[in-house]
């Protein structure tokens, strides 16, 4: 089966669209996976804790009031370190995906370093009661042979890292095929937002993220397929940002025609109709 031969999806309750809200809930280990010289760096890890203190709560507070089902890829020293966040994402409902354990990007480190950073995360979420992960998201969207194996091998249902479609597909490398529920940079937060002292950055008009994102939605239930935006709590959960967010969110759910879902929700939908057609 070909890519472009993906059939369109028919959305429950006939919606035109289905739309993913994703959160990479980094944390502390998005800086630590960088290097051991970060461990002593307080501020910078300050910074990624915010995403915990404040920007998780405030992305809750928004799904609530909107009754949106959303999905969080949670690195397992990220679930360590804030038990009681993960107990809130499961609280109110939503999905936690795997992202790792150390956000360890996996095309840097050894065959040995991807498979401890699989099994790690899987056995960090287990330990807090997280149900088995369904779907895995890569460090910094960057995966390996080595990796993709070990999701196959590992039995998950999706992955949510790859850039072949604008719709879910057949992503396969070597013989072997995992259901895909691909990503984008200009649907990802970080690109706009993201600054460091060391790389720099961007600190971009939050207002271009309303228009772009509105736009890709609009796009979206004109092709009746499925759309997912990416972020992280520390980047949209600042005030300013997260209003912009929240004018996407009311267009969308002003709309009455899309379909609110998590990734595992799609997945499951999707992936039989991939089976019979391939």
Request: proline letters at 6%.
């Amino acid at each position: 089966m070909t890519i472009q031969d993906f059939p369109t999806a028919d959305w429950p309750g006939g919606k035109a669209a289905a739309v993913s809200l994703t959160f990479d809930v980094d944390a502390e280990a998005g800086w630590l996976g960088e290097g051991d010289e970060y461990a002593r760096r307080l501020t910078i890890l300050s910074e990624g804790r915010y995403g915990v203190t404040r920007g998780v709560p405030r992305i809750l507070d928004l799904l609530g009031r909107y009754d949106i089902p959303a999905t969080f890829f949670v690195p397992g020293h990220t679930a360590q370190h804030h038990p009681a966040m993960v107990e809130s994402l499961l609280d109110a409902g939503h999905e936690i995906g795997h992202h790792g354990h150390l956000h360890l990007r996996s095309d840097k480190v050894s065959e040995q370093q991807q498979i401890d950073e699989i099994d790690r995360g899987l056995e960090a979420l287990e330990r807090l009661g997280v149900p088995r992960p369904r779907g895995y998201r890569s460090t910094s969207w960057e995966l390996t042979p080595e990796t993709f194996g070990l999701l196959v091998d590992r039995g998950f249902l999706y992955d949510s890292s790859c850039m072949g479609d604008d719709r879910p597909y057949v992503e396969s490398w070597d013989g072997l095929e995992i259901l895909e529920l691909p990503v984008h940079w200009s649907l990802d937060d970080w690109p706009r937002f993201g600054w460091n002292i060391d790389g720099g950055g961007n600190v971009a008009d939050p207002e271009e993220l309303r228009r772009c994102w509105t736009a890709e939605f609009e796009s979206a239930r004109a092709e009746r397929r499925h759309t997912s935006f990416t972020m992280h709590p520390e980047v949209i959960g600042r005030p300013y940002r997260l209003a912009q967010f929240e004018q996407v969110v009311a267009h969308m759910a002003e709309s009455a025609d899309v379909w609110f879902a998590r990734l595992d929700e799609v997945a499951e939908l999707v992936s039989p109709r991939l089976r019979v057609a391939s």
